[in-house]
């Protein structure tokens, strides 16, 4: 159940016919990443143009507006929500005119160090028009006396610390970079134009591929910049690939556990069979007596339906999502307490009413969500509820990218599981062990991964502290 | 997958605060039912206000005018898409004023002999606003010369033939009819006031009664009639129940199929175990050997639960669907021909690629959607596509309250089964039998359905044919 | 000042290309005349389509909606605001299917018997679904036994009394008639088309002529009935007069006064040339010394140019507009009691400061937009107001299509001149007499006219009483 | 009539409650100044929050965003339609945050050498997100080395050249700032908060002030800066002024001819009674026989009525000027040509018609527009059209912050006054000389205005060019 701020969507397409259009449905497809605003830059070879509004990427965009927005390069962002009032300025991309030119960029992730920098930058005389972090990278670019480019952004991000994946447009190019603990996911994609030259795709996940019909080729690595030139001078374009930080892999585990598409391929590998095996591992490591797996919709299905073949326990979809909910506005009367939840999930009565159910969710945040969902199942009838959380308990909030509360609002950092179980009102809780979780990934490349939110290791050289 | 134009939703609230805001929330639970337009009356014991208008619930109601309509007995409608361009006129409830004073009415079903009915009112000199079927019945009452409405509503249903689930509301009253056959759905329930009196609720699908916590007490019987009384005479609310006609039951089998909610109680049985049980007479008709059985989603996942559970083939969620489908634009262009189906639904390529799949949906209509999903699994890289449909080949329209295709439209009508498979792109293709499909129900009290799109049986009182 | 609820707009156009495109126009050159909800239906020969909905004509209708109104043939209202919740069925054209095939109609003005012509026609079992008089006359057409669509509307306009201009549109013909008395305005007018042939336009206002390029001819007559019939069938169109009522001219003198724009030709003649001579006949019965003569802008221009020529005194336009008065929201602080006129209306302090003003008005209804226009007058520096009024004291309602306040409400019908003059706090009042007004008009043809409003005298036959 | 785009508006609030609703008000009463985009800043005394978009000021804001505007000061900017596709970025109050905090900046008016200043600044690294002059300022401010914020906007101002109002907003100050020639008008003057404190406004056009309800002081000097602190420290507010530049005062003659609303005070006069003298003057100037004088609506209104009081010729409103004109969509039919201004102006035929008619309007552009309303008014029986402009030829741009057409477009600067009258259609055509506007204004303290638009000559300083 949705209880994280999902983080961003970037997506970056080269020479390609219509760019921006191909960012539009490659944002459309990524939406769940972010549903606050969304924006998009093109470029013709001689201009950028950028738009970017509040809103659903279908609200945002019209033909008319992308129609505008020309060329054969283009990017775009999906933000998630955030609380500033001036929220048009805070997003992406980013566009400015600096000493090379024009620029515009788009960002997911977090820079640790952005308020040192801000701080300095400052007081050298900047200026900062919005709250993003991004924009210190601008200024790094536009100040570094580099004559390329490539070397200002390369100069520009040995300053920074801190999660990335990011995608430049200047006029004539695109420079993609992520960060070399790989912290944030993004994937390189070939576009077979209708005239049989190849345009290329880097975007977050893999499902924005799918919707253009463009083919995975592989994940844009940890510390990789990628180069795309020629769209604009009628070269063959190939992305030309450098090293510019040694790797030193520690991709987000979370993006596994809640917040990527399962049909996307992140860090490599599909979603939807990784939280399959959360599920199997879950099982192996608690066994329990039950009448079904349910899974709360939709983020437990793919490891509910796991659980229930490791353990042989009936899988049943025994709640149904009501796929209309938008902007309801919502009268508290009495009888309605838990309208928020019941809005959006209604269970099958007929099916859990006396029985003891194992319900999975993905985590627990606060806990007012899962409370609320037994809650209903209760009502319905269900006789015992034990739920199972396919990642274990969330200690600590993220700095690398993700909108977490502060730790004195992770229920699981400040409660025993038994207190967590009893304001829950769950007739037991489980968790899956991050052992089990890895375990799930069993990744030969990715054997370390990034799992502050539940161990509270962070990655020293970023956040400058160890637990 | 949405092929067939949805019915309509009605609901009636009697004898309860905010009656209106029930209703919106009723509706809004019921939008699958019908997502064109949208409307609520409402009474205050003195006057009946009604407002409707094109488009969601959520989008054509807001507190302000909720807030209108003000008292505590309240019915409304959802409909579904249809041609006109006078469409607003078209929506529902009607309200009129007539002999007896004010009424509104809601109508979900079709009346077989509105022609004939219109063509004989207007020849007496009546008048027609609307394109609705609906607005014969306010004439009839409001011609009747009997001196209670009552009375009226019975005289006039005499002259109608056809399906329907009909809610009117009085000043006063609220009166509730469903046609002898029963073909419509109609359920009843219990609103437990904050003061303690008890308040009633009908609606087509029980997952209103969920959403406003309502408890359901039994459907509306087949040429009953229930007559609500003394909201505003602070009398004690009791439904008075008269058979007014002589039940015949054929409530319709698609309902089961495609139309109803999963967590909705319908014709007395839960909709999401009646579907799962479809998958498992889908299994013991046709057993193959494939490597999944994936459901086309939403529709097609409880029969892809009974297919794997009954077949041990397992179950994968193996498409996966956009939420934020809404108005997009479509951008033509060769890459994108299949793009209306990838805007909302897209495969797991890492879990199919290579496999024999089973996949499983509620029916096929004209073909052409169930050709570009096989097309875009082929594309992923699935080797063998089996297509399992969990009801019977479609092959009559229907004249009872569904907006199905000509004839000619349809398939399954007009080919064999070679063809089909062949036009689609399957490797195979099954049709549950109408025999399973019933098994599947397994109902004592309904032995009989309407299964004309089935079978082209019509019933013979109705539509005057036999085949 | 605006103070009076405008009445409604109709046209009608018949034989010309894009007939809706050319009501459309119109409707938008009469907007003043209501800016509630606006509505056009248009025919093609075969059927009648009609679209309408709430809100200004720009905003109701786009291109898309237009296109679908397809045909040679269109007919098109706008109505002034009501109270009503619901009010999308409250607006015009009224479209109804009945005995002789489809009919739409549009009607300006208010039928005197109309409940008891509604309470005859329900007792007979006609339903009605909209508050709207017309409905009735719909009904009674319906219910004639006549062959004939224009029998049928002579037939139902015998039983019909009250004020009224309306445009019938059927299939192949359109009907355009007046009330014998002329209440309401309604001219007749010529459109080249571009092809040579020729096509005609009825309209409550000449203005609409002005806009879309046609030629005025006349007014429709007191009582007569115009007949447009070959559009459809390549024939010559000529319209065909029937005088059906004998006529008995007492048109509505308030449309000069107020709610004509003063580029119309109204009842035959110019509004701005009569208004203008309310200026001049103000002077001659009213002569004061004063530094200058203002008008309340629009409503007051005229006769404040006609009052200055006659007087001498000079015109000065010391009332500025502002033109972007749409929906702002009121913040009700100490410091802008009177925000909402100020919101429309400023005065030029350096103009007016120190001096003694003659401000020229319309009319007085309540009193209190006078109050607020003089406050802000006094408080920019001006010494003396002295308010002339172009028109008698407003003492009685209007029956007869207008929308005004009860009498209780009408200020001049409840207090001397004495007590008006004070509670608007101007230091002197003037009205212009009957006879003035009349003069002004100085019409050969109109000798009588509709001034109920100041004299109280109905007309006997329409409303049954005589003062 | 508006063939010029409006320059734009600002607005400062110092000390008042609800600065932000002040501000709003301030703007929607300059809404004639800028219809394109809309924006507000307001501080706390901690925090500057801005909101900026597209559309008219009361369709940019509403309650709900004004109430996040809290604070006791605020400044607003209202701007004039521009091509970017990325206007909302182009919007102003421009916010940023800098070494000595947090800043907001509206400006009316064009910096002459802003490209150089812009290529410098980009030169040392700055980055430019907008389009905007303005963004210039704020960085010389971020880059200035003084501690105290009205040293770094006294630095700041010393590297630029143009005209400029300008409004500066920082947490807890406000500074105003005109450029040392007073090209763009900016007043002064007071609130009276409820509790009896004194609260300042600033505004570009003092119809503001009548608004709000504000006392006008006297204008702001060229040259000066007004320092506003104290609010936040519960000080009275007295405004400091510092004459940082040596007056030279050229204010704009334009804002007499064209833009100022005539209620307004501008260069500390009222411009209706300088536009009346260029009526009279007009009529000293060149006298002819003619039956009437009509204004085109608005823009020639007051000098209409100077000239018909100085020639004895009668003044008449004949042209009726629609107030609903919106976005409507133009159907370019062959009957319809002139459509454009049609929807905005009719003609009163029956005056006109036959007539000799002196045509007053405040200037020529291109010339199109003039020719489409002789045209109309010949259609409408005009038997001669004699243009009189109530200003000199418009014969060069104007580089000070109007957006003019390019030389090669205005007509009179390419064609002599034969061409243009017969281009436009015109019997005669007759302009003010520029004495005759000067002795219109009979200014003591304002000997000297920058006419460029006229004579060409530019103010040296800033457009380092003489003609």
Chains 1, 2, 3, 4 share one sequence.
Not at 163 to 191: C, E, H, N, W
Not at 291 to 312: C, F, H, K, T
Not at 373 to 385: P, V
Request: aromatic share 8%; proline share 4%.
């Amino acid at each position: 159940m949705k209880e994280w701020n999902e983080e961003c969507a970037v997506v970056g397409i080269y020479n390609a016919h219509n760019a921006s259009v191909l960012s539009y449905y490659s944002l459309f497809s990524m939406q769940h990443r972010g549903q606050e605003a969304s924006g998009i830059s093109a470029s013709n070879g001689q201009k950028i143009s950028t738009y970017k509004n509040n809103g659903l990427v279908t609200k945002v965009f019209n033909k008319t507006i992308l129609e505008k927005l020309q060329g054969k390069s283009s990017i775009g962002h999906n933000r998630y929500s955030t609380a500033g009032e001036d929220s048009i300025n805070d997003s992406q991309p980013i566009f400015a005119k600096y000493g090379l030119g024009e620029i515009a960029l788009a960002h997911n992730g977090n820079f640790t160090n952005a308020k040192e920098i801000r701080e300095s930058l400052i007081q050298e005389g900047a200026i900062f028009q919005s709250h993003l972090d991004t924009e210190n990278l601008i200024h790094l670019i536009a100040k570094s006396h580099r004559n390329h480019l490539v070397d200002r952004i390369k100069d520009a991000l040995t300053k920074i610390r801190g999660a990335y994946a990011l995608v430049f447009l200047s006029r004539t190019k695109m420079f993609v970079v992520r960060d070399q603990y790989g912290l944030r996911p993004l994937s390189l994609g070939k576009i077979k134009n209708p005239d049989g030259s190849t345009g290329y795709i880097v975007a977050s996940e893999s499902c924005a591929f799918d919707l253009i019909g463009a083919d995975y080729i592989r994940d844009v690595l940890p510390g990789e910049m990628l180069v795309f030139e020629g769209a604009y001078t009628n070269n063959d374009v190939v992305p030309q690939s450098m090293q510019i930080f040694p790797p030193t892999p520690n991709p987000c585990i979370f993006e596994y556990v809640y917040f990527a598409r399962p049909d996307s391929k992140v860090f490599g590998k599909n979603v939807y069979e990784i939280r399959k095996q959360m599920g199997v591992e879950l099982a192996k490591e608690h066994k329990i007596q039950a009448d079904m797996v349910i899974p709360v919709p939709d983020s437990g299905v793919a490891a509910a339906l796991g659980y229930s073949r490791e353990s042989g326990i009936p899988f049943e979809l025994g709640i149904i999502r009501n796929h209309y909910v938008g902007r309801t506005f919502i009268e508290p009367t009495q009888s309605m307490r838990e309208l928020k939840v019941k809005l959006k999930l209604n269970p099958i009565a007929e099916l859990i009413s006396g029985k003891d159910i194992i319900v999975i969710d993905d985590s627990i945040v606060r806990g007012t969500t899962s409370k609320q969902i037994i809650k209903i199942l209760k009502q319905a009838g269900a006789k015992k509820i034990h739920l199972f959380i396919s990642s274990p308990p969330t200690i600590s909030p993220c700095f690398y990218g993700v909108d977490t509360p502060d730790k004195s609002d992770l229920i699981c950092a400040n409660h025993s599981l038994e207190e967590v179980r009893d304001f829950i009102g769950a007739d037991s809780l489980f968790f899956l062990s991050l052992e089990g979780l890895k375990k799930s990934i069993n990744s030969e490349e990715n054997k370390r991964f990034c799992q502050a939110c539940f161990d509270g290791h962070y990655i020293e050289e970023l956040t400058g502290r160890k637990d």
